[in-house]
């Protein structure tokens, strides 16, 4: 968990200060460009993997035909869909009315074959446990490509510096794990292997891919029905509004999900984990994502600069939607872990199902809707993957509440106070500190008025070392 730690918040925070600086040079139309290809990019990414790295951490006597199997499946694919992407590249430009898209796309479109390089030796570290050696690959990947985006912005290349960036940066990437993984294929592809991985893979994959098309639907529409600034300043928006859920997921489930089906068996050991993650998702990143929304205008101002003032009020409405993504992960988990991807396949067909028809009816009444509407989706789809979650765990809509309801209500008040003590604050250095620390104040010391036990289960773990599941709802 800590290497874990380490690894998301140094080469996360590497890359947040780098996207900072290569930001506050490139126009939103820049970014508006690159964004329209990431639908593409994400179903490629998808289409690669196809279930089969989770596959992999699930099965429980995995063989290294099964690792040398998955890598060169990986491999062939990526190659024919970078082919398919080559092709389509002119129509791709075609359908946003962006010329420029052709040459972006078949180059940008090498990370597909590049990613898949590395997939497996990822793979394999996260199975052991082996976070430190991620840590550092991921170090080696933000640094390289940062500072070539970087230069290459400097020098007026535009869109090209962020192709730059994400090319030599998968490329670093790659290097570091095969040569930290210290794991080479054998010339081994086993049908017997390839089906048994795919069995459990493909729903995942399926998943996978309506997961993909939501999340990058928004990239395809906005681009299409308004302008590519509109695209830039909604995809800086959801980036950010992004950026802390999606990496205290991350941290927390790539270390908790091998350790589920390890004990995907023991159903009350199981259940205690899964009550664990819960309650740290909802303490910690409530709080978080709320002052992150009281304190959007003076965030973006320091950050970006005034041209990107534009998106504070999208930004603030997107942190409230990305503030359940970890509690929707940590039920999707559940199902994944106890080997049902049949449950996450139905879960995902119905939440799509209902994600198109949001936002077709928020679309019509603006950006700003748009963004309110996936708030609408993110409760929608918590409400239904706990419909599936409970089939496998003690923990229904109920104990769910029980869990959810007392870290937001904590940090809806200190939202309001955060909100109340900066009011008068025009200077956005000061409104940011003043901010921060109230809002910082009020919630560690009510949560410990109130006797929290996540806070007892946080200070045990780096006190002590303990395994912080033994808390009941």
């Known amino acids: 968990m800590m290497w874990n730690f380490i690894e998301r918040f140094s080469t996360q925070g590497i890359q947040f200060v780098l996207t900072i600086v290569i930001a506050r040079i490139l126009s939103p139309d820049d970014y508006g460009l690159v964004a329209m290809l990431s639908i593409f990019m994400a179903i490629a990414q998808t289409l690669v993997d196809s279930g089969f790295g989770n596959a992999l951490i699930q099965k429980k006597n995995r063989t290294e035909v099964d690792y040398s199997t998955t890598f060169y499946f990986n491999i062939t694919v990526s190659i024919l869909i970078y082919l398919l992407l080559f092709i389509s590249a002119p129509w791709i430009a075609d359908f946003y009315n962006q010329p420029k898209l052709t040459m972006i796309a078949r180059v940008y479109g090498i990370l597909i074959v590049l990613n898949s390089l590395a997939s497996v030796q990822m793979t394999r570290l996260m199975i052991v446990l082996d976070f430190r050696k ?28 962020l192709v730059s960036q994400a090319l030599f940066g998968s ?186 028809f949001i936002l077709l009816s928020t679309l019509p009444f603006g950006i700003r809707s748009v963004c309110v509407g996936m708030i609408i989706y993110s409760i929608t789809d918590l409400l239904v993957v706990i419909a599936y979650s409970r089939r496998l765990t003690s923990v229904g809509y109920k104990a769910q509440l029980r869990i959810f309801s007392p870290s937001f209500f904590l940090a809806f008040c200190m939202g309001g106070i955060v909100w109340l003590v900066t009011y008068y604050i025009s200077s956005p250095v000061v409104k940011l500190i003043v901010g921060g620390i109230s809002g910082l104040t009020f919630y560690c010391i009510l949560a410990y008025l109130l006797k929290f036990q996540e806070l007892k289960m946080i200070f045990s773990f780096f006190r002590k070392g303990d395994k912080f599941y033994h808390i009941s709802v």
Not at 144 to 150: E, L, W
Request: net charge positive.
């Open 134 to 161: 991620l840590a550092f690959a991921s170090l080696l990947s933000v640094s390289v490509g940062g500072s070539i985006g970087i230069f290459m912005a400097y020098q007026g290349y535009g869109v090209w510096a």
């Open 171 to 356: 490329l670093a990437w790659v290097g570091g794990l095969w040569f930290l993984a210290c794991w080479i294929p054998k010339w081994r592809f086993s049908i017997t292997s390839f089906r048994a991985l795919f069995s459990f893979g493909s729903k995942i994959l399926f998943s996978s891919l309506l997961h993909t098309l939501y999340t990058n639907m928004y990239s395809l529409v906005v681009g299409k029905f308004f302008n590519a600034s509109t695209l830039g300043y909604f995809n800086r928006a959801y980036t950010l509004g992004l950026f802390p859920a999606q990496n205290f997921s991350n941290i927390v489930q790539k270390v908790i999900y091998p350790i589920q089906c390890s004990y995907q068996d023991d159903n009350e050991k199981f259940d205690q984990i899964f009550i664990s993650y819960l309650r740290i998702s909802g303490f910690v990143l409530f709080p978080l994502m709320m002052g992150f929304a009281v304190l959007a205008n003076p965030v973006i101002t320091l950050l970006l600069t005034e041209k990107w003032l534009p998106i504070v009020p999208l930004l603030q409405i997107i942190c409230i939607s990305m503030m359940w993504l970890p509690m929707m992960q940590a039920n999707v988990s559940v199902l994944d872990a106890k080997g049902r991807s049949d449950y996450h396949l139905q879960a995902e067909f119905i939440k799509k199902i209902l994600a198109v």
